[in-house]
């Protein structure tokens, strides 16, 4: 095989830097707080390697929700979502994982209904920037603003906890969230994917390399937790009470959607910034520009970004003469 071909294939490794995204450990609530422990499967597509030596690799993210077992008709409560954290590597050789930067991450409420607003709770860690809460097109949670701080070093982070605010619209299983995956955000290396991020990769050779990845969820729009809320007749009044909330609460979220595309988003009293389309839908790929030669040079020592996973794999490729 050509020594161009084993650096694509050695590069394309390193480019999927930063796959494993982490996130904070699950906050126990109540002895009547039902939890969920679900595991995410990813199809990542990295973006802007040098001479486009690209590659698509697969994650596993862990995210734990709590909410009430069971509410009444009209009730609000709390949704708690976390995310489990995965180390981002640091170097390898003279290959320096700088950061992750525009870390994005969707998830989809499923019964628009009965959300009322979202929040952040805690400060993350090894983050940079202050990570912010949007609700965009009135069902899509987006967090963004930060990146991980890993400058050389493993970096065990994590997120602030979603905390969402829910009001029981009706009587029966109530939905909570699950990762993005309806429209562009259901397509295989799409922006508006479940999770997406820039990784900053240093070395003494070629300088600084920017490579995006697009995180396109496999898991389906199936909730990862539902609330059963009970009502009868003695609740009848509070549902009454929710619809016209409801009803009253579509008129002013008509009234946002007709503004906003005259003015600056809103943000409501928990801090959630309210938009109509995802801000970094069209977020553009850097696409480095350098010589067969230069990357052959450094491609090995690149390997850092991958994890160790991606060195791994190239060394029993090469045992067995594939690479």
């Not at 976390?82 to 050789?93: C, L, R, T």
């Not at 009803?247 to 309210?274: C, F, I, L, R």
Request: aromatic share 4%.
């Amino acid at each position: 095989m050509s020594t161009s071909t084993i650096t694509k294939k050695v590069f394309a490794l390193a480019a999927a830097a930063g796959l494993s995204l982490s996130l904070s450990p699950l906050m126990v609530g109540t002895a009547s707080a039902a939890t969920a422990s679900k595991t995410i499967k990813s199809s990542c597509r990295t973006n802007g390697a040098p001479l486009n030596f690209n590659e698509t690799r697969e994650k596993t993210d862990v995210i734990d929700v709590s909410a009430p077992d069971e509410v009444k008709v009209g009730e609000e409560y709390e949704v708690r979502v976390n995310y489990k954290p995965e180390m981002i590597p640091g170097k390898e050789s003279i290959a320096v994982i700088k950061s992750a930067d525009d870390v994005v991450m969707r998830l989809t409420i499923d019964d628009p209904s009965s959300f009322v607003t979202a929040s952040l709770e805690g400060s993350g860690a090894v983050l940079k920037g202050t990570p912010k809460i949007s609700l965009v097109g009135g069902k899509t949670l987006v967090v963004s603003g930060f990146g991980v701080a890993v400058e050389g070093k493993d970096a065990n982070w994590a997120v602030p906890t979603i905390v969402l605010k829910m009001k029981a619209s009706k009587a029966g299983k109530i939905g909570t969230v699950h990762p993005a995956v309806e429209g562009a955000a259901g397509q295989f290396n799409n922006p508006q994917n479940f999770v997406t991020m820039r990784n900053v990769v240093d070395t003494q050779v070629i300088g600084t390399q920017h490579i995006s990845l697009n995180c396109q969820a496999l898991s389906g729009p199936g909730t990862l937790l539902a609330v059963n809320a009970v009502g009868g007749p003695a609740d009848s009044g509070k549902a009454d009470d929710k619809k016209a909330d409801k009803k009253a609460g579509d008129k002013k979220a008509d009234k946002k959607g007709t503004e906003s595309s005259k003015a600056a988003p809103s943000t409501d009293a928990s801090g959630m910034e309210v938009l109509d389309e995802d801000p970094y839908k069209d977020t553009p790929t850097d696409d480095g520009g350098l010589s067969g030669g230069a990357i052959a040079g450094i491609v090995i020592l690149c390997l850092a970004v991958a994890g160790g996973i991606g060195y791994g794999v190239y060394r029993a490729r090469k045992k067995k003469g594939e690479a």
